[in-house]
């Protein structure tokens, strides 16, 4: 399994945009993805307009997968401006 934690900063003013449009990219990703075990974004309960999503993939195929999706390239193309930085994009191994 491949796991991944993309942390993202919205942009001042752009947080309910920002959700709805995730919003809808979940639920693409849930419903035609089946290599994708866990997809769910998450809002810090600490930090306003700071968000985290939670992905956990079968194995590379899947991961890969997901990255040639139609709501993949629609979401690259309008997610830019809902930004106040790029993402920190953190991925690794299941270990147990």
């Given at each position: 399994?491949?796991?991944?934690?993309?942390q993202?900063v919205?942009a001042?003013g752009?947080?309910?945009?920002f959700?709805a449009m995730?919003?809808?990219?979940?639920?693409?990703?849930?419903?035609?993805e089946a290599g994708?075990?866990t997809?769910q974004l998450f809002?810090?309960?600490?930090r306003?307009?700071h968000y985290?999503m939670?992905?956990?993939?079968?194995d590379?195929?899947a991961?890969d997968?997901?990255?040639?999706?139609?709501?993949m390239?629609?979401?690259?193309g309008?997610?830019g401006?809902?930004?106040?930085?790029?993402?920190?994009?953190?991925?690794g191994?299941?270990?147990?």
């Amino acid at each position: 399994m491949i796991g991944i934690c993309a942390q993202f900063v919205c942009a001042e003013g752009k947080a309910a945009e920002f959700e709805a449009m995730l919003g809808e990219f979940v639920t693409a990703v849930k419903a035609s993805e089946a290599g994708t075990i866990t997809y769910q974004l998450f809002a810090d309960s600490k930090r306003p307009n700071h968000y985290f999503m939670l992905e956990i993939y079968a194995d590379q195929a899947a991961l890969d997968a997901h990255g040639k999706t139609d709501h993949m390239a629609a979401l690259l193309g309008r997610i830019g401006p809902l930004l106040g930085g790029a993402p920190v994009i953190t991925q690794g191994n299941a270990v147990h």
